[in-house]
């Protein structure tokens, strides 16, 4: 009898993931469209063809927790509102976490300033202190995201990449996806991996 070690499981489910990526590439992403798309939406007025049609353009954080939040404001220029656990010292990070957990709970003097931060951090995710509600917003005030290359796509792939967020512009033409990638082979952006394991494929 062979057993199955986690690094085998590990290396199976990337290979598999590798796999339908590849796939998924060959069938369903038809044609780099980026000139005709941008310059369809620069005329403006066009039905099916406005930044109005195009879904996911901005980022849906409704579900995001801190971090990925706080990375969209730094990278994007957003706002960073308060509480934010990366301009805090030592001892205004205690005073959070004191305030918001039991006196039984408080972290051990030997506690690192990064461990203490993200206890600061896993409190705002759960909503045990507030904040959460401030940094979704302050992400949301980003603006779009910024579209690269426009792809065009199967109506199976538009519908998988808008149900993981990917821009997708749908319209009496066809589908586009809205790259927000450039530089690299499609395969390295994850994305498509990612509608890999959206859809349990594994």
């Not at 995001?64 to 969209?72: L, Q, V």
């Amino acid at each position: 009898m062979t057993s199955t070690w986690p690094d085998d499981d590990a290396e199976r489910i990337k290979d598999e993931l590798e796999a339908f990526a590849r796939s998924v590439l060959d069938q369903d992403v038809l044609a780099c469209q980026t000139a005709l798309v941008n310059s369809l939406l620069a005329e403006g007025g066009r039905d099916g063809w406005t930044l109005d049609d195009i879904e996911n353009l901005y980022p849906d954080v409704d579900m995001a927790g801190f971090d990925e939040c706080y990375e969209r404001a730094r990278d994007f220029g957003g706002p960073t509102p308060d509480p934010d656990p990366y301009s805090m010292d030592r001892d205004q990070l205690l005073a959070v976490i004191t305030a918001a957990s039991p006196s039984n709970e408080h972290p051990l003097p030997a506690v690192t300033d990064e461990q203490l931060r993200r206890l600061v951090i896993e409190l705002i995710d759960q909503r045990s202190i507030e904040g959460l509600e401030e940094w979704q917003e302050a992400a949301r005030d980003t603006g779009p995201v910024e579209v690269y290359e426009w792809w065009l796509v199967t109506g199976y792939l538009a519908s998988r990449l808008r149900g993981i967020g990917e821009p997708v512009l749908d319209n009496e033409y066809g589908c586009w996806w809205g790259r927000t990638c450039t530089g690299q082979s499609i395969l390295l952006d994850g994305t498509l991996q990612r509608i890999a394991a959206s859809i349990g494929s594994l």
